[in-house]
């Protein structure tokens, strides 16, 4: 008799693909081809591009619609992709989600997986020390500011994220690097709310498990790893979770 296959799902954030990163790029691809294709589901936790100025990059990005379809072939084949806006691809909307095949979670979703209460986050809410970025966060995911921005032509909402990433790179330049990872106030306070959950999200590029007791329950925060020099996924089986590197 042949085993039956571990069910298994895989989880990944932070890849910022962008033009210039061709290794990365490459990697993403064999990623979807050669590894996420085993996998019941693929869940996408933010940043899965570097800047995203809405579903025209489509029709401006040929990188974009290359993702894209890759994802639909990915989704074809029988695999169910989720995906969850970061801080640098909110502006991600439905004729994405349509053209690659791929569901938008809300930032939180709960999910159960395998028998286990999974919380998933993108993971900067959890980053509330960092009051100028919360701000900033606040504003734009306002609906009106949405609606301007997209309204607004391409090559302006371009030299816009421009700017953005700029002084992003000046804000952090000038901030203590405990600001900027998640508060453990609004840890603790995320795992009250959803009942002690396995906490899983990115945001942070501080790939760790750290373990917790939170009014007398053991809890598990997993923050996925962002792809830089290599890339990292995190695989969740019926029988546990585990980290799994890819190299260049």
């Known amino acids: 008799m042949h085993p039956i296959p571990q069910r298994q799902t895989f989880f990944i954030s932070d890849l910022h693909l962008a033009g210039e990163r061709l290794e990365i790029n490459t990697l993403f691809f064999q990623f979807l081809e050669n590894i996420a294709i085993k996998a019941e589901s693929l869940y996408i936790l933010g940043d899965l591009f570097d800047y995203w100025l809405g579903d025209d990059q489509l029709d401006h990005d040929p990188l974009a619609r290359q993702i894209a379809d890759a994802l639909k072939i990915l989704a074809q084949g029988g695999v169910n992709v989720f995906f969850m806006s970061g801080n640098r691809d909110f502006l991600i909307g439905q004729r994405f989600a349509a053209e690659a095949g791929l569901v938008i979670l809300t930032d939180p979703t709960i999910i159960n997986l395998y028998g286990q209460q999974i919380l ?129």
Request: with cysteine; aromatic share 8%.
């Open 120 to 248: 998933l986050m993108h993971g900067d809410t959890l980053c509330t020390d960092d009051v100028m970025y919360q701000k900033f966060r606040v504003q734009t995911r306002n609906t009106d500011w949405i609606n301007a921005t997209l309204a607004s032509p391409y090559e302006a909402r371009q030299q816009l994220a421009q700017s953005i990433r700029d002084q992003s790179d000046s804000a952090k330049s000038q901030k203590a690097e405990e600001i900027m990872d998640v508060a453990e106030a609004a840890v603790q306070q995320a795992f009250r709310e959803y009942r002690y959950p396995v906490l899983i999200h990115g945001h942070t590029h501080r790939p760790a498990t750290h373990q917790y007791v939170v009014d007398g329950h053991e809890c598990e925060r997993w923050v996925l790893a962002d792809w830089h020099q290599h890339g990292e996924y995190l695989e969740v089986s019926e029988l546990d979770l585990k980290r799994v590197g890819i190299g260049i």
